[in-house]
């Protein structure tokens, strides 16, 4: 019965091809090893850079008072926007990159800290740039907090450790502090902030308990053989063009609107709303980014709960008709018979938890992990990561400096 089988394959064609195969192997096979060996010396190159860089931990802490609107802090994050890795030179013989930032959310013991972390040679541009917007923060470098923390389950329970993405196409924003009219500095009592809920969370968990939010960004740009591709790849505007054109055909009410497919005029309000949204956000700087959470505390003190208490939290930047996040990679397994012995789970999150140590995704060692980055404009960046003024966010291990300064240090280099 196998030999039948078989038999259906042992066709002129097939021997044929496979003849051609090896004809060809002499021109081929060096090819593809020198392909393979251009990767893997590209990978070493890059870690061997990124290993020289060097890199550094700035904790924010805040005044009593920061009256500042979110759009403060995308005038900042608008400043990290930096897409020139260097000539061919430096990028396929010295390994350099991108530069790429992260911006962190983290409670430890319910205390919650305001981080960025960058390479040391983008040092002085973050504390000069954060000082120029918040002239009355202190911004220090600190020791990474998640070095103290190993991946020990006779110890910590990790609840969740985990990527976000994003619910539809790149093109719909999520809910801005537009959305929220945070850009119009109403009066306090009136404000409503959608950080609030997720400094909430993170500062009602107890001694032992842990929740940390990693946003690395990266500027985006249209990619050529500086950024390794062969054939170029265009940025994200014609994906945004394609989603207005979707939502314009979806407004059509008849055969004979379709000479009108670019008029507004058959759209509900929705619809209008929508497409100014898109537009509005494509106008900004746009960057790469990927979203890790996680919370684990001390078995003692493990409580499951937490876990949907911090992904709930990011509902307030998700809108129906627009964009929001849900979770994507994760180290648990939906079902039990997918992981029967629990080894794949310690395996993912030992890999996640390296993966957030090293602010790894745009470049190796855990380049693209397990996802594609997706974009996010400094509008919807500066809604994801802000200074809440005092009024607004309440929440006691929110610390804050006891005085305001009246100025940036007089020798800040610039």
Known sequence: MLHEFFSQFDTAFLRSMLHSVFAWAPVWVPILFAIVWFDLWLHYKQREWIKKQESVLLEIRLPQELPKSPHAMELFINTLYDVFPGNLIKVYLEGAQRQWFSLELVSIDGTIHFYIWCLKARKNRVETQLYAQFPNVEVHE????????????????????????????????????????????????????????????????????????????????????????????????????????????????????????????????GQRDVIEAIERNASKTAFDAMIRTTYFAEKEVFNPGNIGGLLGSFSHFSSQDLNGFRPDFKASFDYPWQDLFGKKKAYNERQLLAAYKRRSFFSPPFKHFHAHPFILTTEELATLFHFPSGIVAATPTLERIPSKKAQAPANLPV
Do not use: C, M
């Not at 999520?174 to 119009?184: D, F, R, S």
């Not at 063009?241 to 407004?251: A, N, Q, R, V």
């Open 142 to 269: 600190v020791p990474d907090y998640t070095l103290g923390v190993h991946h020990n389950p006779d110890k910590l329970s990790f609840g969740w450790i985990g990527q976000l993405k994003l619910t539809k196409a790149d093109a719909y924003p999520i809910k801005t502090y537009i959305e929220y009219g945070l850009h119009e500095d109403p009066d306090e009592e009136f404000k409503h902030d959608p950080l609030v809920s997720l400094l909430e969370f993170l500062g009602s968990l107890k001694k032992g308990e842990q929740a940390w939010v990693q946003i690395l960004i990266q500027g985006h740009t249209k990619e050529g053989l500086t950024f390794h591709r062969l054939f170029p790849k265009a940025d994200w505007k014609g994906g945004v063009e394609k989603e207005i054109k979707e939502i314009l055909k979806k407004g059509r009410l008849k055969p004979e609107d379709d000479k009108t497919l670019d008029s507004t005029k058959h759209l509900s309000q």
